[in-house]
T-cell receptor
Framework: KAGVTQTPRYLIKTRGQQVTLSCSPI?????VSWYQQTPGQGLQFLFE???????NKGNFPGRFSGRQFSNSRSEMNVSTLELGDSALYLC?????????????FGSGTQLSVL | GESVGLHLPTLSVQEGDNSIINCAYS??????FIWYKQESGKGPQFIID?????DKRQGQRVTVLLNKTVKHLSLQIAATQPGDSAVYFC????????????FGTGTRLQVFP
């Protein structure tokens, strides 16, 4: 079974631009969540999707958004990029999003904002 | 792909020794806990999990201990190998029916020969 796949692996953008990151969960997994990882703040929860609905959102500005498609694939979008958005963005999936089952992560998208 | 802040605590152990990585979690309502390993350039890799109705769980060369009284979690790695060198994160889930995890700051494990 293939793991969680994230594309692209690396991205370089400039301030003010927008970016879309993609995540394909493990086959059969219906819950997808996104995390931001930075050296200063560590791993922080962005949002979670289940059956195409956002079920939970972390403490991030409205410039961060996401969606989930009927095949459980998910995208996240960051608009009006700021230097502080430079980070590793990680996607994770679980079977049913019960909160007490294994959560599997992809390798992430490394975003650099110049 | 790892947390490399200067504040990251580091545990250095000799190959073959046992390692113990500690974590203090924040929410007494947390019901589910996970340990992850993150190597450079990779995402967090699941190691072992434990639910709040247990105080110990064993896997292959790893044991997780949970002390709910003091909100403390530990990961024990037996016979530590060079391949165990990575950053280790504990994570807690205080909310039912969601995958919203709260992660610890991480501990860097360095294994030397």
């Amino acid at each position: 079974k293939a793991g969680v796949t994230q594309t692209p692996r690396y991205l370089i953008k400039t301030r003010g631009q927008q970016v879309t990151l993609s995540c394909s969960p493990i086959s059969g997994h219906r819950s997808v969540s996104w995390y931001q990882q930075t050296p200063g703040q560590g791993l922080q929860f962005l949002f979670e999707y289940f059956s195409e609905t956002q079920r939970n959102k972390g403490n991030f500005p409205g410039r961060f958004s996401g969606r989930q498609f009927s095949n459980s694939r998910s995208e996240m979008n960051v608009s009006t990029l700021e230097l502080g958005d430079s980070a590793l963005y990680l996607c994770a999936s679980s079977s049913a999003g019960t909160g007490s089952e294994k959560l599997f992560f992809g390798s992430g998208t490394q975003l650099s904002v110049l | 792909g790892e947390s490399v802040g200067l504040h990251l605590p580091t545990l250095s152990v000799q190959e073959g020794d046992n390692s113990i990585i500690n974590c203090a979690y924040s929410n007494s309502a947390s019901d589910y806990f996970i340990w992850y390993k993150q190597e450079s350039g990779k995402g967090p890799q699941f190691i072992i999990d434990i639910r709040s109705n247990m105080d110990k769980r064993q896997g292959q060369r790893v044991t997780v201990l949970l002390n709910k009284t003091v909100k403390h979690l530990s990961l024990q790695i037996a016979a530590t190998q060079p391949g165990d060198s990575a950053v280790y994160f504990c994570a807690e889930n205080p909310t039912y029916n969601t995958d919203k995890l709260i992660f610890g700051t991480g501990t860097r494990l360095q294994v030397f020969p």
